[in-house]
């Protein structure tokens, strides 16, 4: 369907509704008209997950057309196989709240438009999705109203369709999509754009950092105020494997061969998801590993085509053979590690990108196209959203971390409503002045799975000291660097850290959260995974350590049956361990460890289920279905796990101690 349209469209009458109920989903696909009524209650939280399975990610053509929503689950099924979309007709989508929750891939809606889909209409979206799906052309709306028009047959104006939408997102979807607008109207950009000079008085840190990158176009506002579309420049744009061949191939159909790069020094290139491919079971299984492979050489071959910045992880053997000279990781890790500062600006095609927003720099994820299109012309698209201000109180309780508060705050009903949605979160308080850096980044980092835009937490004397013992950087904070006392924001909502509890996330979300004491039952294990950006930070393994340790000193090992993983974020995280001597512990308790890499976060490593009937705990970020494989993933923060993987159930590390005292 071409986006330069008529004035109105005609959509096919038939809908899918993501029912709650596999049967009226199986209905609707073989050919039955279900009406919405009977339809509700619709699934909420649909995530990219389900939308696109991580083992059909090696697809980047109309083969992604085969594939959508064969991760989607209804009352515990997966009503939705191969080719069932693309056959049934169907041009209209109908979900819940949250749609598009989860990581930052454009395969999602690129599938969903390939198998036919011309329209989505959900409660609400997550901001990533939403913006994927603009810059392809494929219409969403939060237009119930439409739906017994589109059933009737009627005509939609094209004015209802993006009722809501800023002039920048319409534009966008009337122009063909970002790249052909990208074409018209910022051209492949060989002078820089002039930034927007900024402005006084009453702003967030947020607001102070976009004005200093802010890019004059005739297409924004001179001013872009919140919920204007705008331009910005980034300091630094960085990819990784999953989505490269993608843009490559986006790159060179629109722009030919060779390409012009806007500022090549800037780009980075990162292979951090697939060292380990060929030990999941899903890819295995899938005959997966070999496209895996020739999606990594993509990425090889357009870095290598154009000079770009590489940083590769490294195999078992290449770790052993590694003389310390490899400088490599998992991107976010890498990017607080060595590239972001206080005060700039970072787009990566990740949605954990927000990674870099502890060190007090603005750092948010885009998909496929949005960076295609900064890689030729500079610019990236954003939507100026609103900021949250959250404040956490008091101190954390010995044994609690970051990410036992980060699933408390994902637990709270406003935040599960959708109240965080495409917001900017400032992190703040006395909680987070007592915090390093690497638990900061623990906040940011899941400003993803709060549904934000971002996080950010303004630099301080922690700051400066984490970027002069960690990087050699010394870093002097300008007064610039915090929000106005007059700043506004959408909300503010007060965490009191001290009494937040050690807490898990059950099984298909992590807003699932609850006080571990507040089981029901005891909960066994079969695999516990201590790794991921979020979870494989030099703090992380600091606290996985202190378990550990206490646990070799017992003479305690991991319980029969259990498998316990550790996989480093970077090797400057192995570094540290092996310097501070931690690997003796892990060693005595029969924990394998990992080189660096995203593994059974993504499904692309050890630390997955590989049978439905299996139980893994897990420090990563989200546990959508089939995220960590066929089993159910509870999250917990790395004392948690360290201690679970002990005793082969859910346990705090307090009661862990309790039931074996010295």
Known sequence: MSIQSPHALRFAPRILYLSQSPELVSRALAGQRVALPEALPLRDDVSTDEITPIAILTHFDEQLGRYPYTGFKAGGQAPIGVDALRTSGIQVV???????KGSSREHSPAAEKLAG?????AESFERIYRQNADNIGLITSTDFGLIARIEAGEEITWRELLTGRDALDAAVLAGGGLLRFGQAHLGQVSEPLPPRQPQAGGRTLFEKIVARHALATGVTPANPGRGDGAFVRADWRFIHEYYTGMAAHMLHATFGRPLVLKDPGSVIVFEDHTSYVQESPAHVRGGLVPNVHRMVQAQREFAQAYALRTHRTLTEQEARDD?????AGISHAMMAEHYALPGQLVVGTDSHTPHSGALG???????TTDMANAFATGAVRLTLPETLRIVLDGALPPGVTAKDVVLHLLAQPGIRGGAGVGKVFEFTGPAIAGLGTDERATFTNMTAELGGFTGIVAPDEETVRFLRERRGVDFVVEDWMCSDPDATYADTIRIDCASVPAMVASPGDPGNGLPLSALAHQVRIDIAYGGSCTAGKRED??????????AADRNLRVAPGVELFLQFGTTAVRDHCIAAGYLDAFERVGARILQPSCGACGNCGPGGSSRADQVTVSAINRNFPGRGGPGNVWLASPPTVAASAIAGELVSFDELQQRFPT
């Open 117 to 121: 889909v011309r329209l989505v209409i």
């Open 361 to 367: 720099c603005v750092a948010f994820g885009v998909g």
């Open 94 to 100: 109908v979900a819940g709240k949250r749609y598009g």
């Open 323 to 327: 003389d310390g000279g490899n400088v």
């Open 541 to 550: 393994f600091d606290h996985y350590h202190k378990v550990l340790r206490w």
